[in-house]
């Protein structure tokens, strides 16, 4: 099975500033990459899937790219609303990872 | 409104069973693949169960396989997992989920299942 590593667990960052969150594959998998947001007590929101593609009514400056086995979301002018626990997760042949999830907190 | 509504968590001892609910609203959820997503407290999300469109296929990941079940029952729209031989390590709270473009993109809002003697 692939297993999805999210790099960092935890960043600090102030508002206005540009995050980077970085999934790593165990193995090349497909372009099934999904990203979701989660804040504390909440079900998940979907961000962006197929590794670029922006889910309807997700702001433009979260951004995903990426290819073979390392992938990464960004955050352009980080906004109050975008500190949160973000995962990804990958799609392959009738099995679904997540990783471990990154926490934005405020600096 | 596009909705999912879980219901049927709460505590039950090691080794007993429970059955959760998702009903779907605002679309007809046998056009979707669907799954059961659990978190535990404080951990990360991890994938327990898929079900195809007419019910016909299921997958499990294996800390699973052997104890649960989905199903659906298409005339009222409604999602099931049947959890079996439960353990302490179960607990955690169980999102329902639609299935999409290769993730989830409609989420319920959670139920508690709790495994505790």
New interface residues.
């Given amino acids: 099975d692939i297993q999805m590593t999210q790099s960092p667990s935890t960043l600090s960052a102030s508002v206005g500033d540009r995050v980077t969150i970085t999934c790593r594959a165990s193995q090349s998998p497909s372009s099934w990459l999904a990203w979701y947001q989660q804040k504390p007590g909440k079900a998940p929101k979907f961000l962006i899937y197929n590794t670029s593609s922006l889910e309807s009514g997700v702001p433009s400056r979260f951004s995903g790219s990426g290819s073979g086995t390392e992938f990464t979301l960004t955050i352009n002018s980080l906004q109050p609303d975008d500190f949160a626990t973000y995962h990804c997760q990958h799609y392959n042949s009738y099995s679904w990872t997540f990783g471990q999830g990154t926490k934005v907190e405020i600096k | 409104e596009v909705q999912l509504v879980e219901s049927g968590g709460g505590l039950v001892q090691p080794g007993g069973s429970l059955r959760l609910s998702c009903t779907a609203s605002g679309f007809t959820s046998s056009n979707y693949w669907m799954?059961w997503v659990r978190q535990a407290p404080g951990k990360?999300?991890?994938?327990v169960s898929?079900v195809n469109g007419d019910g016909s296929s299921t997958?499990y990941?294996d800390s699973v396989k052997g104890r649960f079940i989905i199903s659906r029952d298409k005339a009222k729209n409604t999602l099931f997992l049947q959890m079996n031989s439960l353990r302490a390590e179960d607990t955690a709270v169980y999102?329902c989920v639609r299935g999409?473009?290769?993730?989830?993109?409609?989420?319920?809002?959670?139920t508690m299942v709790t495994v505790s003697s």
Wanted: charged fraction near 10%; avoid cysteine.
């Fill in positions: 799954h990360g999300l991890v994938w898929h997958t990941p999102f999409s473009r290769g993730g989830f993109d409609i989420w319920g809002q959670g």
